[in-house]
C-alpha cells in the first residue's frame, strides 16, 4: 500500500506514481438498456516529479518506450510540452492558486506503446494539501479531446467526497446529444478512488459511468502482475467502446451526427468562480 500525506480530508499518495486497479462500469438506462463491467488498472502521478515516476521500476518509463508507459503528449495540447505546466495554467486561469502544490493526473498508461485514454482526471492541491481543483479530460474515438475545468467550490467537498456538475459541451457517444448534464462524483485519491458520471438529460439520469479503484504500489511485481492478470488493457477498452456500440445500435440505438467540436478547454461560468 502506498503511504499517504495527512492533514487533508483525503490525503493522496505520498510516492510520485501508484496504481489503481479495480472495475469501470457502463449502464445506460434509457431508451433501452444495457450494462457492461470489466476490470481495469489506472495510473495515479504526481506531475511534478515524472523523473521520480520514472525511477520505480524499469519496466515503468516517461516519454519513451516500455513495457509500461507515460507520455506527456498523450494529454493537453498533445505535442509533449510538460504537462505540469499546462495543467497549472489552466488552474490559474480558473482563479486558482497552486503554487507549491501538488497535480495528480488519475489515466491509463500506455501498454507497449498504446494508450486510448476516454477520461483522464487532474486534481490540484494547494501547497496546505487541499483540494482546491479538478480538471476532466474527455476523449471521445475520433481523434478530439475537451477539458472541463472545475474549481472546488465551498460545498462540493464533504465526508462522502466531490459533487460536481458541468453541461456537456462535447461530443463523445455517437448515441447521446449534446443537451445533457454531467454529475461528477469523486472519492479523491487515497487508499482507495471513486469516479462517477451521472449524464442526465431534462427528463432524469440516462447512463452511469463508474470506476473503483483500490492503491497499490508501483513496483515490477505489481506492475506483471498486472499486465498478466488484466492482459492487452488498452485494446480492451478501445475495442470494448465499439463493441459495446454495435450492442445498442443492434437493441435500437441509433446514431445521432458529429457536430463540429468546441474549444479544447472551457470553464465554468464566471458567476461559480468563487476561488
Excluded at 4 to 14: D, I, N, R, Y
Excluded at 83 to 98: C, P, V
Excluded at 184 to 210: H, N, Y
Amino acid at each position: 500500500m502506498s503511504g499517504q500525506a495527512a492533514g487533508t480530508p483525503f490525503p493522496p499518495p505520498t510516492e510520485a506514481a501508484s496504481f489503481y486497479v479495480g472495475p469501470v462500469m457502463h449502464a445506460r438506462m434509457k431508451p433501452v438498456t444495457h450494462r457492461f463491467s470489466y476490470k481495469v488498472f489506472s495510473l495515479l502521478l504526481d506531475l511534478n516529479r515524472l523523473d521520480e515516476a520514472a525511477g520505480s521500476t524499469p519496466l515503468f518509463s516517461v516519454n519513451r518506450f516500455n513495457l509500461l508507459s507515460f507520455h506527456e503528449r498523450d494529454h493537453g495540447i498533445r505535442d509533449g510540452s510538460p504537462l505540469n505546466k499546462y495543467a497549472r495554467d489552466l488552474f490559474t486561469q480558473a482563479g486558482l492558486d497552486l503554487s507549491g502544490g501538488r497535480i495528480l493526473l488519475l489515466c491509463y498508461p500506455r501498454i507497449l506503446g498504446y494508450v486510448f485514454d476516454p477520461l483522464s482526471v487532474y486534481f490540484g492541491y494547494s501547497k496546505e494539501g487541499e483540494l482546491v481543483g479538478v480538471l476532466y479530460e474527455v476523449r471521445n474515438t475520433f481523434g478530439e479531446a475537451h477539458t472541463y475545468v472545475e474549481p472546488v467550490k465551498p460545498g462540493d467537498l464533504s465526508q462522502s467526497g466531490l459533487r460536481q456538475e458541468r453541461d456537456k459541451l462535447f461530443y463523445v457517444s455517437p448515441f447521446n446529444p449534446l443537451t445533457m448534464r454531467y454529475l461528477f462524483r469523486v472519492l479523491p485519491p487515497g487508499q482507495s478512488i471513486s469516479v462517477r458520471i451521472l449524464v442526465k438529460d431534462i427528463e432524469g439520469p440516462v447512463l452511469a459511468a463508474t470506476f473503483h479503484g483500490k492503491n497499490e504500489a508501483l513496483t515490477s511485481q505489481n506492475l506483471l502482475k498486472l499486465c498478466l492478470t488484466i492482459p492487452f488493457l488498452t485494446l480492451k477498452i478501445i475495442v470494448g467502446i465499439h463493441v459495446e456500440a454495435l450492442w445498442l445500435w443492434a437493441k435500437g440505438m441509433r446514431l445521432i451526427p458529429r457536430p463540429a467540436p468546441p474549444p479544447k478547454t472551457s470553464f465554468p461560468p464566471q458567476e461559480n468562480q468563487t476561488r
